[in-house]
């Protein structure tokens, strides 16, 4: 039985700041988890001082660049993953833009010690690359737990209700750091753009964090609604509640709320950016976009047209079973049996 050591530090730097939102590490990795366990996988959570075959790091922070340089110089199996890539500082940190340089140097330090550099899009391996990360690299998804984003009326209901959202009102819903990056700019610029639409409602679910930009430094029209942050046990609600999943970010390496929007039914409205290229497709799996206007358009579109919904339901429902929480922990397995084996295939 291959067993691995999943680090991600999550616990330990809450002890520090006071974040609320854990980001898609801090709930995908437990899931991921899971389902390793259930196909024979030993996964020890935040403990490198334990014994395991493989230490996978989550993340660049202090302490697992530490862990990372002590199983390198030790020659022992060791998974890096590209959760973290330096361009995404951008727009999200205060000072980012500033920071960025230093942070550049640091993750190329950070990922060059892997045996793997694992990614969840192609795009993680072009954006490291060009930073001067060596690889070998892996592609393998994050993964959808299909069983738990699953869409339910109900809960659905009581969401709007709670938004103050009538039955005849149609609910656009986005889920995500309320920082730039995520494009919070669009998304009430959009809002502003259709305020004629009294049958509209936008909603962004997200706050910012200690340490992070606040995009929110205007006021705002009254058709769209901030309510903050949601526990993640009840976010299940906010995608039920949704007519649209708008998802206007700026920069990603994958997009977990995307794909859990999916998951439960919600046609997806996206950004046209690098990330999503060639596995995210246009008319297909979703609608993209790239500026407020084609938004704007777009969601018309989607909310007005019956037809095309039901197709972008239908699509994105197909996107999230192609990224099956349990097809990821197959990949997974198989790499972790390959380092522990000496085997390793670039």
């Given amino acids: ?21 854990p980001g898609g590490m801090g709930t995908n990795a ?5 389902e390793l366990e259930r196909l024979g996988c030993r996964v020890v959570f935040n403990d490198p001082d334990s014994d395991y075959d493989v230490l996978h790091v989550h993340s660049p922070l202090p302490n697992s660049f530490m862990w990372a340089l002590r199983r390198k110089i030790a020659g022992k199996p060791l998974v890096v993953h590209g959760r973290h890539l330096p361009e995404l500082i951008k727009g999200g940190f205060k000072g980012g833009d500033l920071f960025y340089p230093f942070v550049r140097r640091y993750s190329t330090l950070f990922y060059n010690m892997g045996d793997v550099v694992l990614g969840a899009t192609p795009y993680v391996a072009k954006s490291l690359s060009r930073d001067g990360v060596r690889g070998p690299f892996r592609t393998i998804p994050n993964g959808i737990n299909r069983e ?29 750091l309320r ?6 700019d669009t998304f009430v610029n959009v809002a502003s753009k259709l305020a004629h639409r009294k049958d509209i409602v936008f909603v962004w679910v997200g706050a910012s964090e200690v340490l992070l930009e606040d995009a929110i430094q205007t006021s705002l029209p009254t058709n769209v609604l901030f309510p903050g942050h949601v526990p993640f046990d009840r976010i ?9 999943f708008m998802f206007p970010t700026k920069a990603e390496s994958y ?8 998951s439960c039914g919600c046609p997806l409205l996206i950004r046209d950016i690098p990330v999503y290229e060639d596995w995210v497709v246009d008319g297909t799996h979703c609608i993209k ?3 407020d206007d084609e938004f704007a358009t777009s969601l018309e579109r989607l909310l007005d047209d019956e037809a095309l919904r039901r197709r972008m339901v239908d699509g994105a429902m197909k996107l999230a079973e192609e990224h099956d929480i349990r097809i990821t922990a197959r990949m997974l397995k198989e790499l972790y049996e390959e380092l522990a084996e000496g085997r390793l295939m670039s």
């Avoid at 039985?1 to 609320?20: A, D, N, Q, W």
């Avoid at 437990?30 to 899971?34: D, E, G, H, K, T």
């Fill in 1 to 21: 039985m291959v067993s691995v050591c999943m680090l991600t530090e999550l616990e330990s730097y809450r002890k520090l700041i006071p974040f609320k939102n």
């Fill in 30 to 34: 437990p899931m991921v988890a899971n």
């Fill in 148 to 176: 738990v984003f699953v869409r339910d009326a109900s809960r659905g209901q009581e969401f709007r209700k709670s938004m103050g959202v009538g039955e005849d009102q149609r609910l656009v819903v986005s889920v995500g």
């Fill in 179 to 184: 920082i730039p990056r995520k494009g919070v």
């Fill in 236 to 244: 299940v609600e906010v995608y039920s509640a949704a007519d649209v």
């Fill in 255 to 262: 997009g977990n709320v995307m794909l859990e929007a999916a």
């Fill in 289 to 291: 976009s790239r500026t």
